[in-house]
């Protein structure tokens, strides 16, 4: 188990389920725009919204937009490490810096200070795109470097006395990341922020995603993620959430399995598929749905699903725990599903 850290109401770490980042893409300094985009972000799903915090008017805004939200805020540093402790000073519930590009020891302790004074964590976060010269003399450009880069940094701020740390070492390679997060969680204990940076937008972006922090998720790596995308932030959260009920992460929803298809199937299975999907949205109970498109598979291929059907030509299977309950006609298979469902699923 990892240590735990508290960003304002939410915990990283330690038993605390895997919380969901995004990043706003507003202008901080328009508190106003980004206040509505910590909206949408937080009504999508996301538990911690990050803002850059690239200048004086950006900090500035960090107290207004404090003052309107009660979703936990991290400031995004970059070189100035006046700006970190302006965000502290104003209202973040951690600053996300790379100690590396901050200036001095002297500078990095003065927003260890700050963050002490203030009780707030700080995330240690390193990228490829700003890896020292001399790890990457010693170890050439890859996931020894990356993990390096961050443990090092982590080392300074301990040095300081601060424990209260978050990782992150992330690139646009999906295999130097996971290696990368691999050799920091043998090496520390502190809860990692895990993502893939830059992965792009569409469909490639996702997979990048989805196989980078998959792939550590199922290891039980990572204690908070943000799926980066280019575009529209909430798209990011919706993501996350995807993931995480894919790898079993959240379970309190609906999950409908279906077969993908074939020269046996006999009903509509994704359309079907889809309409139980809307009629379930509101349900937050853990309950699995299988939709089978013949009988050949169907019964047993859903025999683990609380109800399905396995679809035949003019009447289909509903089956339940392994085993045929009734036979009915094509037409009323949604009918009965739901009536199973919203049985089961009363609270």
Do not use: W
């Not at 010693?138 to 080392?155: I, P, T």
């Not at 196989?211 to 790596?221: E, F, H």
């Not at 993931?243 to 006999?266: D, M, Y």
């Amino acid at each position: 188990m990892t240590k735990s850290v508290k960003v304002r109401n939410v915990y990283i770490g330690g038993e605390a389920p895997v919380s969901v980042q995004s990043m706003t893409n507003t202008k901080t300094s328009n508190a106003d725009e980004t206040l509505a985009q910590i909206s949408a972000l937080h009504n999508a799903g996301a538990d911690i919204v990050r803002l850059s915090v690239n200048d004086e008017a950006a900090a500035k805004a960090i107290s207004v937009i404090r003052s309107k939200t009660d979703v936990p805020l991290v400031a995004d540093i970059h070189f100035d490490y006046k700006l970190a402790i302006a965000a502290i000073e104003n209202g973040v519930d951690k600053v996300r810096i790379n100690p590396s590009n901050i200036g001095s020891e002297k500078a990095v302790r003065a927003v260890v200070d700050a963050a002490k004074a203030h009780s707030i964590p700080i995330r240690v976060g390193v990228n490829g795109g700003s890896l020292e010269k001399e790890l990457t003399n010693a170890y050439g450009y890859g996931a020894k470097a990356l993990a390096e880069s961050a443990l090092n940094n982590v080392k300074l701020l301990e040095k300081f006395g601060f424990y209260d740390i978050v990782i992150s070492a992330k690139c646009s390679s999906v295999q130097m990341n996971v290696e990368a997060y691999r050799l920091i969680r043998k090496a520390s204990d502190y809860p990692l922020h895990v993502g893939v940076t830059e992965a792009g937008g569409g469909e490639i972006a996702l997979a990048k995603s989805y196989a980078g922090i998959g792939a550590l998720l199922l290891d039980g790596i990572g204690e908070t993620i943000r799926v980066s995308l280019t575009g529209d932030p909430v798209n990011e959260v919706y993501a996350a959430d995807n993931l995480l009920k894919a790898i079993g992460k959240r379970k309190n929803f609906v999950n409908v399995i279906s077969c993908p298809t074939c020269a046996r199937t006999e009903i509509d299975v994704l359309s079907l598929s889809e309409r139980i999907k809307e009629l379930t949205k509101s349900i937050t109970k853990p309950y699995t749905v299988a939709v089978m498109g013949c009988v050949v598979n169907g019964v047993g291929e859903g025999a683990h699903a609380d109800v399905g059907v396995a679809g035949g030509k003019e009447k289909s299977a509903i089956i339940k725990g392994g085993k045929i309950l009734q036979i009915v006609p094509n037409e009323r298979i949604l009918d009965v599903l739901m009536r199973f469902i919203e049985e089961d699923c009363r609270d």
